[in-house]
C-alpha cells in the first residue's frame, strides 16, 4: 500500500497530497531528482517524506528530524537521525521534504556540510499562473482537482458536464487545465478552457477532444484543475457514456472522488449473461507493482491479486470473472487498492447494452458508533438512505444493501416503502444483515407504482451501526431489457438537531435544510430527468418550496418552474415538460437546470432517456 494519506472525514482532502500527485509537480520532481548529486538526505520538517518516497522513491542515504520523540523511528525506509547530526552528513544534497520551505532552509543554512547544497520541494511547485491563491501555495483552492474515465473507442463516447459553481462563492475568472492520457499512461493531449464568467454550464465532449488533436481511438483518464476557483476545492461533474456509433448503450455516473483509498466497494458480480469489467487506472507517476491490488468477494478475506505492474496513469481493463470464476450475482467485490486509485469505475455488458457506474470508498477509520442505537426521539429515524422507485409497470427496482467499511461485521437495517405523496406503503425488517451476506430485494414484492424506499438502521434484535451505511441500486427497463444502477450512503435529512455534522450543509457547519442541486439539460435525442426524494428523519415541512431554475451558458436565469414535494414524498421531473421549447433553446449547450430550496433538503437521482428505451441513471451533485 502507498504509504500516503489522501483523505480526512473532518478535514477534508489533504492538500500536500494533491501538491504531490499534480502531474506537472510529478515532471518537476523528475527533474529536481536528476539534478540532485548523491549521497541525498532528507531534512522531514512536516513528515513529508514518507508520502515522497512512496509517490517518488530515490536513493536516500539518512532523513533527520527536528522532533526528539521522533527519532529512531521509520522515515522513507530509514530510522530517522536528529537533525543536530546534519553537520556530520556526507550528503551531498539535503532535500528539505516541504514546500514554502525558505525559512526553514535559513533556518538549518549554518548546519548544512560545505560540500551539499540544500534543494526544497518549492523547485516542484506549480506556476504561478496556475494558482488561485498565489499568497499561500498549500490553500486547498490551489489544488481543485479530479480525475475522470475518458474514452472515444469502440463506438463509445464520453462527456463531462458541470457548471461554473465557483462564481457563486466570488470566483470571477475560472478556467480549466487538462490533461488526457492514453490507456498506456502517454500524454494525449494538454490544453486549457475557459469557463463561463458566471455560473454557466460547461461540457468536455471526448469526440470534439479527438477532432480538436487528431487523435485515434482511447480509452483513458481525463486530469482536470479547476483555476481561479472559490468556496470549493472539489471538481464536481456528471459524466455520460453513451453509444456514439447509434448503438442502444446510454449511462451516466458522476465525479471520481480525488483521493485515493485502501480499498473500494459496490462492485456486483456478473449475472450469468453479463461481463462485469474494472475499469483499473492508475492515478500517480509511479507504476503500481504486481500484486498491489486484488479482488475479493465482501466478506471472504481470500483476495486474488492483480499479478502485473500497471504504468503510471496507465488504465486496465479487468474482468472479474479472471480473478473469481463463478461469482454470479447478488454477490459483491471489494477492491484492495492500496491507494494507487481514485474512486473507480466499472462496466457491464449484457446483449449489446453497455452500462457504466462507480464503486464508493470502504473506509478503514471507522468504528461502531453507540451513540447511533441510543439517538434520542428527536432525531425521528437517524440515518436514511432514499432511493427511488421507478414507474413499475415499466421499470424493475433492486436494492443491495453494501458493506462499505472495513469495521462493518453487520448491517441491522429496514427498508421503508413509500409512494410518491409521502404515505408509508410498507416497512421490511432485514435483520442484522451479516459481511458476508449478499441479498437483492426486488421493489415489485411491495406493489408501489412509484415513490422511493429507505434504508434505515432498526436495532430491534441489536446490532452496532457507524453511520456509513451504503446500498446498490439497479433498474432494469422491463421492455427493452436496459439496465442502470447507482449507489449512495445515509444521511440524516431535514431535522433541527444535528448529530455528528449531520444534517451535512453543502459549505458550512450544520444543519443542511436547503437544496442546490445540479441537472443537465437533453442533447436532442434524449431528454434529462430528475427523480426528487423529500427524505425527513422527522416531521419537517409538509410540503417542499422547490423550483426549477432554467440557466442559460452564462448563468443567467432565465425561466423558473415551481414543484411541490410532500415530506417523504417523491417527484420526477422533465425540464423539456416543465419548460417552453424557446425557453430551453435560449438556455444553449451550456444551459442547465438548478434544483432550489430553501425550506429542505432533498435528495435527487438525474439521467437520461431516448426512444429507444435506453436511460442512465446517477445520484445527483449539488453546490
Known amino acids: 500500500m502507498l504509504q500516503i494519506q489522501t483523505f480526512d472525514a473532518r478535514a477534508g482532502g489533504n492538500v500536500i497530497y494533491k501538491a504531490l500527485a499534480h502531474p506537472l509537480a510529478a515532471e518537476a520532481i523528475r527533474r529536481l531528482y536528476a539534478a540532485m548529486p548523491g549521497p541525498v538526505a532528507i531534512y522531514d520538517p512536516d513528515g513529508l517524506a514518507d508520502a515522497l518516497m512512496a509517490m517518488y522513491p530515490t536513493e536516500v542515504s539518512e532523513v533527520f528530524v527536528h522532533d526528539v520523540t521522533l527519532v529512531g523511528t521509520p522515515r522513507a525506509g530509514r530510522p530517522a537521525s536528529p537533525l543536530t547530526g546534519l553537520p556530520s552528513s556526507s550528503a551531498r544534497t539535503i532535500l528539505i521534504a516541504a514546500f514554502d520551505a525558505g525559512r526553514i532552509a535559513a533556518r538549518i543554512a549554518h548546519m548544512v556540510p560545505r560540500h551539499a547544497r540544500i534543494v526544497t520541494l518549492d523547485e516542484a511547485r506549480l506556476p504561478e499562473t496556475m494558482l488561485s491563491n498565489r499568497g499561500r501555495y498549500l490553500d486547498k483552492v490551489n489544488f481543485a482537482t479530479n480525475f475522470a474515465f475518458f474514452r472515444d473507442a469502440d463506438g463509445m463516447s464520453s462527456r463531462l458536464v458541470s457548471a ?3 462564481a457563486n462563492y466570488g470566483a470571477t475568472t475560472v478556467r480549466l487545465w487538462l490533461r488526457l492520457f492514453a490507456g498506456d499512461g ?51 461533474y456528471a459524466l455520460d457514456t453513451y453509444a456514439s456509433d447509434n448503438g442502444a448503450s446510454l449511462s451516466c455516473t458522476h465525479d471520481a472522488n480525488a483521493w485515493p483509498s485502501d480499498r473500494f466497494a459496490g462492485l456486483p458480480a456478473p449475472r450469468p449473461d453479463e461481463t462485469v469489467v474494472l475499469w483499473l487506472q492508475n492515478s500517480h507517476a509511479v507504476p503500481i507493482p504486481a500484486g498491489a491490488v486484488s479482488l475479493d468477494r465482501m466478506g471472504s478475506e481470500r483476495p486474488v491479486a492483480l499479478q502485473r505492474e500497471v504504468g503510471p496513469f496507465a488504465t486496465v481493463a479487468l474482468d472479474v470473472a479472471d480473478f473469481l470464476p463463478g461469482l454470479q450475482w447478488p454477490e459483491q467485490i471489494e477492491l484492495r487498492a492500496g491507494r494507487h486509485v481514485v474512486r473507480p469505475r466499472y462496466e457491464v455488458t449484457r446483449q449489446s447494452r453497455v452500462r457504466i457506474a462507480h464503486m464508493n470508498v470502504e473506509r478503514d477509520n471507522l468504528k461502531p458508533d453507540p451513540g447511533i442505537p441510543a439517538l434520542p426521539a428527536a432525531m425521528g429515524r437517524g440515518y436514511i438512505l432514499p432511493f427511488p422507485i421507478l414507474p413499475k409497470s415499466r421499470f424493475r427496482s433492486i436494492v443491495q444493501p453494501t458493506p462499505m467499511a472495513t469495521t462493518q461485521r453487520e448491517l441491522p437495517i429496514r427498508m421503508d416503502v413509500f409512494d410518491s405523496n409521502g404515505t408509508k406503503q ?52 422491463r421492455q427493452s431489457g436496459h439496465v442502470a444502477e447507482s449507489s449512495f450512503g445515509a444521511h440524516i435529512f ?130
Open 426 to 477: 410498507a416497512e421490511s425488517f432485514l435483520g442484522r444483515l451479516p459481511r458476508d451476506r449478499s441479498i437483492a430485494l426486488d421493489l415489485d414484492a411491495y406493489d408501489v407504482e412509484e415513490g422511493h424506499a429507505e434504508l434505515v438502521y432498526d436495532f430491534r434484535e441489536g446490532g452496532e451501526a457507524d453511520g456509513w451505511l451504503h446500498a446498490l441500486f439497479r433498474y432494469e427497463d
Open 164 to 166: 461554473n459553481y465557483w
Open 186 to 236: 502517454s500524454e494525449l493531449a494538454t490544453w486549457e478552457a475557459e469557463l463561463p464568467e458566471g455560473p454557466g454550464g460547461f461540457s468536455i465532449d471526448s469526440r470534439a477532444v479527438r477532432e480538436r488533436f487528431g487523435l485515434a481511438p482511447f480509452t483513458g483518464q481525463l486530469f482536470v484543475h479547476a483555476i481561479g476557483v472559490a468556496g470549493h476545492d472539489v471538481v464536481k
Open 494 to 623: 431535514n431535522t433541527a438537531m444535528t448529530y455528528r455534522d449531520e444534517p451535512q450543509s453543502y459549505s458550512g457547519p450544520p444543519p443542511g435544510l436547503s437544496t442546490r442541486l445540479f441537472l443537465k439539460l437533453g442533447d436532442g435525442r434524449r431528454h434529462s430527468f430528475a427523480t426528487l426524494i423529500y427524505p425527513a428523519s422527522g416531521p419537517w415541512h409538509p410540503v417542499s418550496s422547490t423550483s426549477l431554475l432554467l440557466h442559460d451558458g452564462t448563468g443567467r436565469v432565465i425561466a423558473e418552474a415551481p414543484v411541490a414535494i410532500a415530506c417523504s414524498g417523491s417527484a420526477t421531473v422533465w425540464p423539456h415538460r416543465s419548460f417552453a421549447a424557446e425557453a430551453l433553446q435560449a438556455a444553449g449547450p451550456g444551459g442547465y437546470v438548478l434544483i432550489r430550496d430553501a425550506t429542505c433538503r432533498l435528495f435527487g437521482y438525474h439521467g437520461l432517456m431516448d426512444e429507444a428505451g435506453g436511460f442512465s441513471l446517477d445520484h445527483m451533485f449539488g453546490f
